[in-house]
């Protein structure tokens, strides 16, 4: 059973950065397709970004192009996602999901990261 866990997660100031890592175990996370999540208050989960295990491409929501970069260390079975330029409105807890077939709905989930961006 692959786990996921999440890291990396705080308070940071609008144009701040952070960087998000999931470790995974029970699994080699290069056989999935995998991504990163999140949901604020009130609202939807929504997809932030999702990288291939086949040919490493990736996937990246409007409203992060630009911002936010996804990669994978497959020797460390690691994602991650390096934030740039935050803004409030990236506030939000951050999950990491994977799956063997399709970034659209994982089965595989962490718990959680809270980011949250404010003066």
């Known amino acids: 059973q692959l786990q996921l866990v999440e890291s990396g997660g705080g308070l940071v100031r609008p144009g701040g950065s952070l960087r998000l890592s999931c470790a995974a175990s029970?699994?080699?996370?290069?056989?999935?397709?995998i991504g990163w999540f999140r949901q604020a208050p009130g609202k939807e989960r929504e997809g932030v970004s999702c990288?291939?295990?086949?040919?490493?491409?990736?996937t990246y929501a409007d409203s992060v192009k630009g911002r936010f970069t996804i990669s994978r260390d497959d020797a460390k079975n690691t994602l991650y996602l390096q934030m740039n330029s935050l803004k409030p409105e990236d506030t939000a807890v951050y999950y990491c999901a994977a799956d063997l077939l399709s970034c659209s709905n994982p089965y595989y989930w962490g718990q959680g990261t809270q980011v949250t961006v404010s003066s």
């Open positions: 990288i291939s295990s086949i040919d490493g491409s990736t």
């Open positions: 029970g699994g080699t996370l290069e056989y999935y397709v």
